[in-house]
């Protein structure tokens, strides 16, 4: 199988189900917007982590793929049909343990910080941003767009971001610039 099918070379896609519609419909950037953090996670993790951060971000690469078949999907088909693509309250839950087990590491927040730290810590504030561009183009699509967990998911999973940032760059030693 090519990797180019030239089914795309007029401005179009396809949507699960074969619907096509515009590369620039608001269904397809929100599953563009998950996937570029999808990507920013590849990114994190190739700048080196530990252990316990490098097996969250490769979850939640998972969780993000997941999250793009269901955007692909409008008639919510294939969510029914394909296990490994599940998003649901326990997929929340885990993100909050990890909020939970990694707020124990670093100081209380006490003022707003500045984005920084050694590489890896850095991009996780950039995985955050974005992160928090994918949540506000799912929910622009609207109430029906796509399940309301995953709304949840994507907001949570920015603040995990932040938090696993600032617990990246507590344990590099690198102190964070206040605001």
Same mark, same amino acid.
């Given at each position: ?13 396809? %949507?699960?189900?074969?619907? !096509?519609?515009?590369?620039? /419909?608001?269904?397809?950037? *929100? ?16 700048a080196g982590?530990?252990?316990? %951060?490098?097996?969250?971000? %490769? ?20 969510? !029914? ?29 006490? /003022? ?7 590489? *890896?810590?850095?991009?996780? /504030? ?7 561009? +994918?949540?506000?183009?799912?929910? +622009?699509?609207? +109430? ?11 907001? !949570?999973?920015?603040?995990? %971001?932040?938090?696993?940032?600032r617990?990246?760059? /507590? ?9």
């Open positions: 199988m090519s990797i180019y099918t030239k089914t795309g070379d007029q401005g179009d896609t396809g %949507l699960y189900g074969g619907a !096509r519609v515009s590369k620039t /419909h608001p269904r397809v950037v *929100a599953y563009g917007d998950v996937d570029e953090t999808q990507a920013c996670m590849g990114v994190v993790r190739a982590l530990p252990a316990d %951060l490098d097996d969250m971000c %490769l979850a939640i690469q998972r969780d993000l793929f997941a999250i793009g078949a269901r955007l692909a999907d409008p008639t919510h088909k294939i969510a !029914r049909r394909v296990e490994k693509i599940v998003i649901d309250d326990e997929s929340v839950a885990k993100l909050e343990k990890w909020i939970d087990t990694l707020d124990e590491e670093i100081e209380p927040l006490r /003022h707003f910080i500045l984005s920084g730290g050694p590489p *890896a810590g850095a991009m996780l /504030h950039l995985a955050r941003t974005v992160c928090r561009r +994918a949540e506000r183009s799912v929910i +622009a699509l609207g +109430a029906d767009a796509v399940e309301p967990v995953v709304i949840v998911y994507l907001n !949570r999973l920015s603040d995990l %971001l932040f938090t696993m940032a617990a990246f760059n /507590h344990r590099a030693n690198s102190p964070e610039v206040p605001w």
